[in-house]
């Protein structure tokens, strides 16, 4: 019994060495999970997952490629029938055919960095809506 036993006091020890860095590569000072870097060229949406590979990207239909690499909150990958109506905030990449390659969903701190991509929203104003109205009762010779 004891020749059993010595193997397992020196793996348990080797175990927890190798386990300490990736540790460290996940979690901040303060025990939270840290901020993830993105690509310079991750673009900010709002993305919903229609039927995969149909997604719709800041209220307009956009299209996931073959082959596209989601990742969760935890940075694991998840398949995209999991997020199926889902209203996300994610930075993403394109591939060279203009779809949707790789995307990341981002936690409350991740969200709050600026980065481009949202729509912005715009205020016209139209001489037409400037006009004067009519009621039904101006005069003929009056109308505009």
Do not use: H
Not at 13 to 39: E, I, M, N
Not at 77 to 92: D, M, R, T
């Amino acid at each position: 019994m004891n020749r059993c036993l010595k193997p397992l006091f020196l793996a348990l020890p080797l175990a927890l060495l190798l386990a300490l860095p990736a540790a460290a590569q996940t979690a901040g000072s303060d025990g939270s999970l840290s901020v993830r870097q993105f690509p310079k060229p991750a673009l900010r949406g709002i993305l919903v997952v229609k039927a995969p590979p149909e997604v719709s990207l800041n209220g307009k239909p956009d299209r996931l490629s073959p082959g596209a690499r989601i990742r969760n909150l935890n940075n694991n990958f998840v398949v995209p029938g999991a997020l199926i109506g889902q209203e996300l905030v994610v930075n993403y990449t394109r591939d060279s055919m203009g779809q949707m390659y790789e995307i990341w969903v981002l936690t409350p701190e991740e969200a709050k960095e600026k980065r481009a991509g949202l729509p912005r929203a715009f205020s016209f104003g139209f001489e037409s809506s400037a006009a004067p109205q009519d009621d039904g009762k101006t005069p003929y010779d009056q109308l505009p």
